[in-house]
């Protein structure tokens, strides 16, 4: 599903975000990725999503090589990936459910299924009485969910989710978590960002990566 070997990536401005990570990430692992500020979480994630490429060494997802030259069948790659951005890259001025069904377009649904699907999905995020709200209108934990509902929605093959617990209150983080971990029954593999630490320790069944300054410091399949 995801391998990585000896993998760094140093952006234009020379700062060096990872450096020489190895990896292996299995169908249907759920995967927690900790770490400081600045410590290179969602640098990984992007080169999961093929939004950056590799300055060295070789990773491919779901079977595709991520390089410059396969940018083609890398953005059909990511039909089959669910993501959660840090900035929750809402579109304005369109309602919850709106925001939910563009995250399915392209992947073959009708636009009833697409409307169903998405209701389904915001429901699941405790939003069914938000669906017909504009996303600005919304608090900022209320935006993060519907963020997570658009990636569960699409049911993918695999979820990466940038701190999608970092606005919520705990009982609604714990709600997230359980969502989010839930898809492993699905097969579905989740890569999730926290600093959420205290919430994810007592975890079984999940890998947890700490990275320190672009490094791997410790992989612990718990
Ligand atoms: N587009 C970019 N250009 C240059 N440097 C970048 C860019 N994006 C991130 N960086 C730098 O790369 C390093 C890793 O950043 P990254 O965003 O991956 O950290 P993070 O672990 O996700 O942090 P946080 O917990 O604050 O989200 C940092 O030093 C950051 O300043
Ligand atoms: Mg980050």
Redesign the pocket.
């Known amino acids: 599903m995801i391998l990585a070997k000896d993998v760094s990536?140093t952006?234009?401005?020379?700062?060096?975000?990872?450096n020489n990570i190895s990896l292996s990430i299995g169908m249907g692992e759920l995967v927690y990725?900790t770490?400081?500020?600045?410590?290179?979480?969602?640098?990984?994630?992007?080169l999961l999503m093929g939004v950056?490429y590799p300055t060295s060494g070789l990773i491919s997802v779901l079977g595709q090589e991520i390089r410059r030259e396969q940018s083609r069948n890398i953005r059909k790659m990511r039909k089959a990936v669910g993501p959660v951005f840090?900035d929750f890259r809402l579109i304005k001025g369109r309602t919850a459910l709106d925001n939910v069904m563009m995250g399915l377009r392209f992947l073959g649904f009708s636009h009833k299924e697409m409307k169903e699907e998405a209701v389904k999905a915001l429901t699941e995020v405790g939003l069914e009485h938000k669906i017909t709200s504009p996303v600005e209108n919304l608090s900022w934990g209320e935006a993060q969910r519907v963020a997570i509902a658009r990636a569960v929605a699409r049911k993918p093959a695999l979820i990466l989710a940038?701190?999608p617990t970092g606005n919520l209150d705990s009982s609604n983080a714990i709600n997230i978590l359980n969502l989010l971990t839930s898809l492993k029954k699905e097969n579905t593999t989740v890569i999730i960002?926290t600093?959420a630490t205290h919430l994810i320790e007592s975890q079984k069944n999940a890998v947890f990566i700490k990275?320190k300054d672009?490094d791997i410091l410790d992989v612990i399949r718990g």
Do not use: C, R, W
């Open positions: 990536l952006y234009i401005d020379g700062t060096k975000a990872l990725i770490g400081p500020s600045g410590s290179g979480k969602t640098s990984l994630l992007k950056e840090q940038d701190e960002t600093h990275l672009g």
